[in-house]
T-cell receptor, first 116, second 114 residues
Framework: DQQVKQNSPSLSVQEGRISILNCDYT??????FLWYKKYPAEGPTFLIS?????DKNEDGRFTVFLNKSAKHLSLHIVPSQPGDSAVYFC???????????????FGQGTILTVHP | EAQVTQNPRYLITVTGKKLTVTCSQN?????MSWYRQDPGLGLRQIYY???????DKGDVPEGYKVSRKEKRNFPLILESPSPNQTSLYFC?????????????FGPGTRLLVL
């Protein structure tokens, strides 16, 4: 059962335009979400996060939006740059079964390609 | 330099031959975790550890063992590897565990089981 889903395996955008990466979740108990970015041959690195008490969090060119009623979050990158080309994962810490947020559930990832 | 290191980075082995992938962090982090990355499935958590001698199962623990005898090390053990354990493995750590904690990942270990 995939509790965090990224239904778009890939996204291609032109440099300078907006990139929008989407993520859906099924577990209404999730109360925090993170986005990680991964370049080839490297480990993922943290990008941005959002608590469920907010509906938006912004950090420079990156903004994450959370729609709790739709169980949907999105990552906006404006303007997109070729260096943003990477795999993007959304993730949710899981407190199910009293795990005290030890478990972290990731989506399948979306490959973003930004063309010059 | 603050980092998570994994060894080996690449490994080819045969079915049934026990192997260990080491993970070490120099940031005095309490929390450590192992993930595997497979095409179309993203990252899936294998095991995690909230502190020394405290470990628990993630979503895909079958066929794996871990131990946390020291704070800095969290080895992943495959007692009898099988081809379905061919994957890209990542170790990660964070200062504590909690909803807002961000994890620092190692560079990955690519394992092929023949």
């Amino acid at each position: 059962d995939q509790q965090v889903k990224q239904n778009s395996p890939s996204l291609s955008v032109q440099e300078g335009r907006i990139s929008i990466l989407n993520c859906d979740y099924t577990n209404s108990m999730f109360d925090y979400f993170l986005w990680y970015k991964k370049y080839p041959a490297e480990g993922p690195t943290f990008l941005i996060s959002i608590s469920s008490i907010k509906d938006k969090n912004e950090d420079g060119r990156f903004t994450v939006f959370l729609n709790k009623s739709a169980k949907h979050l999105s990552l906006h990158i404006v303007p997109s740059q070729p260096g943003d080309s990477a795999v993007y994962f959304c993730a949710a810490p899981n407190n199910a079964g009293g795990t005290s947020y030890g478990k972290l559930t990731f989506g399948q990832g979306t490959i973003l390609t930004v063309h010059p | 330099e603050a980092q998570v290191t994994q060894n080996p980075r690449y490994l080819i082995t045969v079915t049934g031959k026990k192997l260990t992938v080491t993970c070490s962090q120099n940031m005095n982090h309490e929390y450590m975790s192992w993930y595997r990355q497979d095409p179309g499935l993203g990252l899936r958590q294998i095991y995690y550890s909230m502190n020394v001698e405290v470990t628990d199962k993630g979503d895909v623990p079958e066929g794996y063992k871990v131990s946390r005898k020291e704070k800095r090390n969290f080895p992943l053990i495959l007692e009898s590897p099988s081809p379905n354990q061919t994957s890209l493995y990542f170790c990660a750590s964070s200062l504590f565990y909690g909803p807002g904690e961000t994890q620092y990942f190692g560079p990955g270990t690519r394992l092929l089981v023949l």
